[in-house]
């Protein structure tokens, strides 16, 4: 079974900063990865998605991910936060049989 | 290309009542997820529905029950409401069943039990 581990529920920058949100995972079978993004009172966006093609992925919005077999770790960066980048932000796993685990989310905060 | 819709997008019931919420996929999608979102179980998987059958559920009680139609609607029925079903109700879909399809989520549902 696959599972995913968001450290840190919340994340607080000031805007202009880097954006780090960390995410590990675990599963037995070579994973697809996913970052999605909530904003409030609306369903999630895929941001990007980790298939194999290459280890650094480039999503949506000025976010990219990094695969890190050796690390089991999908972390989502973005160079330079901006406000509007104020949501929640979900990682997930899938692999083998169907089986979409989210991890619980961590909120990004962006500081004026 | 319109993307998921699901209605209504907001529900009041009472405990014991029950309450069916629809979900119309993504134009050529045949693969629908429904996800049950609170602030302290967070996103957790309800079931998913392939070619109107369903194909995997989650830990929920009988209560909860879905079914898809030929077109890839989805319906999802809650009876018995009880007060911890308060939650936004999240349905996703996807072109086929199987691991890596990428989901795509409509905007939710939110159902208040009094």
């Known amino acids: 079974a696959q599972s995913v581990t968001q450290l840190g529920s919340h994340v607080s920058v000031s805007e202009g900063a880097l954006v780090l949100l960390r995410c590990n995972y675990s599963?037995?079978?070579?994973?697809?990865l996913f970052w999605y993004v909530q904003y409030p009172n609306q369903g999630l966006q895929l941001l990007l998605k980790?298939?194999?093609?290459?280890?650094l992925v480039k999503g949506i919005n000025g976010f990219e991910a990094e695969f890190k077999k050796s690390e089991t770790s999908f972390h989502l960066t973005k160079p330079s936060a901006h406000m509007s980048d104020a949501a929640e932000y979900f990682c997930a796993v899938s692999g083998g049989i169907y089986d979409m685990r989210f991890g619980a989310g961590t909120r990004l905060t962006v500081k004026p | 290309k319109a993307g998921v819709t699901q209605t209504p997008r907001y529900l009041i019931k009472t405990r014991g009542q029950q309450v069916t919420l629809s979900c119309s996929p993504i134009?050529?999608?045949?693969?629908v997820s429904w996800y049950q979102q609170t602030p302290g179980q967070g996103l957790q998987f309800l079931f998913e529905y392939f070619s109107e059958t369903q194909r995997n559920k989650g830990n929920f009680p009988g209560r909860f029950s879905g079914r898809q139609f030929s077109n890839s609607r989805s319906e999802m029925n809650v009876s018995t409401l009880e007060l911890g079903d308060s939650a936004l109700y999240l349905c996703?879909?996807?072109?086929?069943?199987?691991?890596?399809?990428?989901?795509?989520f409509g905007p939710g549902t939110r159902l208040t039990v009094l």
């Open positions: 599963s037995s079978v070579p994973p697809y």
């Open positions: 980790y298939t194999s093609a290459a280890t």
């Open positions: 134009s050529g999608h045949r693969s």
């Open positions: 996703a879909s996807s072109r086929r069943q199987g691991s890596g399809d990428t989901q795509y």
